[in-house]
């Protein structure tokens, strides 16, 4: 092979993989803009107190894993202790695909009155709709009574 071969194998060769690997990265993010979507109403519920909202409209396993009451109190001691949500930067977020639909963990450092708290949330994007799968509050504020 004389030099411009070798130079076209190494130039085309990674735009090769890159026309294979684009497309799943491209996938990939899927879901995200629905789970964040998710977030907002979560969001937009919880600054209304709608927390027994929140909970019906959660995911069956959700629902499995906390009673309505215990669900309410737990929001109730959240908004209590921290404070209205304020603000929070872009997530980290990791996508699991499988046969009961797309699987969105979307993770957080959040600001609320109070201070600073690491939220996750999960959520199944079921026909591009957000279901809540759980949701997690991290924060020392949270000890303290």
Known sequence: MHVKGVFLALVCRPASVWLLVLPLLLASCGGTADAKRGVANFRARAA???????????????????????????????????????????????????????????????????GAVSEQFTWRIEKGEPV???YHANSPLLITE
């Open 48 to 114: 209304q107190t709608s927390f027994s909202e929140i909970y019906w409209r959660a995911a069956p396993e959700f629902r499995q894993s906390a009673t309505e009451e215990q669900f309410l109190r737990a929001m109730t001691a959240l908004d209590r202790k921290l404070g209205p949500w304020t603000s929070a930067g872009e997530p980290g977020w990791n996508v699991t695909r499988g046969t009961a639909g797309d699987v969105v963990n979307l993770t957080y450092q959040s600001q609320f009155a109070k």
């Open 132 to 134: 809540l799968l759980g």
